[in-house]
C-alpha cells in the first residue's frame, strides 16, 4: 500500500481530468466546480500523506508493473521531489479555487485543463528516468497551450504562437539529447545513468557532454533561463491570471531537472563529466537576475511586473543549482516554495485590482480607485514585502539563507551586488506599482466602483497562499530541518543509487 502511494499524486489528477470531461461534470457547471475542488483537495492531502510517509521512512521506489530499474518505469519520491509535489497539488487547490467565481466560463474545459497540468507537473517531479521526465513535460506542455489561449483574443494568440513553437523547438532538442544519451550510456535512468557516466572513456565522454549541454539548453527554455526567457513575460502577462498564477510551478519543472540532472548524474561522481554545467548556470544565472531586475522596473503593469519577478527568481534559483552543495541545495527549496506563493498570489491580487479599476485595470497609472482599498492594499503590501525579502516574512529568512551560503563561495563578490541591488529595485519598483494603484487618482472625482468587490472564495485563495510566507518563518526550524534532509538526501548519490537500483520495490 505505501508503495502505491507514490503513483497516488498522478493518478488522482489523471482520474480527475476525465471525470470532469463525462457527464454530469461535462454539463453542469456547480457539479463540475464541486468535483473539480474535491479532486484538487484531495490531491492535496494525499501528496501530504507521501510527503509525511517519505520524511518518516526513506525515499519510495514504485516500479511500474513490478519491472524493476533500470529496465522498468519506476516513479522516485524522495523528500526534494514529494515537498514539491505538495506543493503544485496546494497551488492547483487555491486556483481552482479562485476560479469558479466566473474565470472558468470564459473558455472551455478549465478544470480538466488544471488537472492534467497538474498530472504533468507531478509526474515531472516523481519520475525516475529521463525519457518520462520527456513524456510529463509534454503532457503539462499540452494542457498550457490550451490553458493560455483560455479566454483568447489576438494577443493571447500572439503570445501563444511563441510560447507554442519555443517548446516545440525546446521538445526537439530534448529528443535528439536522449538519443545521444541513451546510446552512449545505454539507459536513461537517472539513477542508471549516475552510475555509469563515471566510467566513460575516450569519445563518449564528449558525446555524453554534448548530450548534457544540450539538456541544459532544453531545461532553460523551460525554466526561462537567459537567453530564452524572452517568451515568459509576454506569455505570462497575456494569459489570464488565473492561468498565470498556476504556471508560477511550471518554471520551477526546468530548474528542477536542472538541479536533478546536474547533482545526480553530471555531479560530484561523474568522473571527467563532474559539474560539467556549473560554469554556464552561474553566469547565465547571474544575467537573467540582471534582466529580469531590468523587466521588473520598466513594467507598466503589475501582470508583466509579476511575469518578470519569476524571471528574477528563476536567476536566483538557478545560481543556487551552480553551486552544487547541500546548504545551496536546502536554501533554495526554501526560496522556491516562497517565490512560487508569492508570485502565484500576487497574479491574483492584480486580477482583482484589474476588475476594481476599470478600463484602467492593472496598469500602472492614475485611474479609478480599487472598490476593496484595505484588502487589496494588504494582500499587495504582504506580497510585495515577501518580494523583496523584508522581515518578517519568508522573504527575509530565504534572502539571508541564500547570502550566507554564496559567502562561503568564491562568487561572492560577483553575486552579492547584484543580488542586493535587484532587490533594492525590485523594492523601488513594488513601491512605484502600490502607490500608483491605491493612491493615484485621475480625477479628484474619480470613485471606485463599489459593485466590483472580490468574492469570499477569491479572497481565501489568494490569503491561502499569502498566509505561506509567514507559516514558512513561524515554523522555520521544522522547515530548516527538512529542507537540509531533503537536500542532503539528494546530494547522497551513492545511496540513492543503491536504493533504486537495489531494492526496487
Known sequence: MIQHLASWPILLPMLGGIILLLPPCGKSIPIRRVASVVMALLSTLVSA????????SGIIVYAIGGWQAPFGIVLVADLVSVLLVLLTSFLGLAV?????????????FFHPLVHFLVLGVNGAFLTGDLFNLFVFFEVLLIASYSLLMHDGDKHKTRSAIQYVSLNLIGSSVFLIALGILYGVLGTLNIADMAQKVSLLQGDDVYLAKIGGLLLLVVFALKGALLPLHLWLPNTYASAMPVVAALFAIMTKVGVYAMLRVYTVIFGDEAGQLA??????????????????????????DLRKLTANLVVVSVGTLVALVALQNINATAALLYYLVHSTFVCAALFLVADLIAHQRGKVADRLAPGRGVAQPYLLGVCFIIAALAVVGMPPLSGFVGKIWILKTTLDSEKAL???????????????????????LFWERKHQDCEPTEGVKAHPLQVTAIIALLVCSPLLVIFGA????????????????????????????
Open 275 to 300: 559539474h560539467m554545467a556549473q560554469p554556464w548556470l552561474w553566469g547565465l544565472a547571474v544575467a537573467t537576475i540582471i534582466v529580469g531586475s531590468i523587466g521588473v522596473v520598466a513594467a507598466q
Open 49 to 56: 500523506l507521501l510527503l509525511w510517509q517519505v520524511f518518516q
Open 478 to 505: 521544522v522547515v530548516s530541518e527538512y529542507m537540509i534532509a531533503a537536500a542532503t538526501q539528494l546530494h547522497d548519490i551513492t545511496g540513492g543509487i543503491k536504493t533504486v537500483l537495489g531494492e526496487g520495490l
Open 414 to 436: 560577483l553575486f552579492w551586488p547584484v543580488y542586493l541591488l535587484a532587490s533594492f529595485a525590485l523594492l523601488v519598483a513594488l513601491s512605484r506599482a502600490g502607490t500608483t
Open 96 to 108: 481552482t479555487v479562485y476560479s469558479c467565481m466566473g474565470d472558468d466560463e470564459k473558455g472551455g
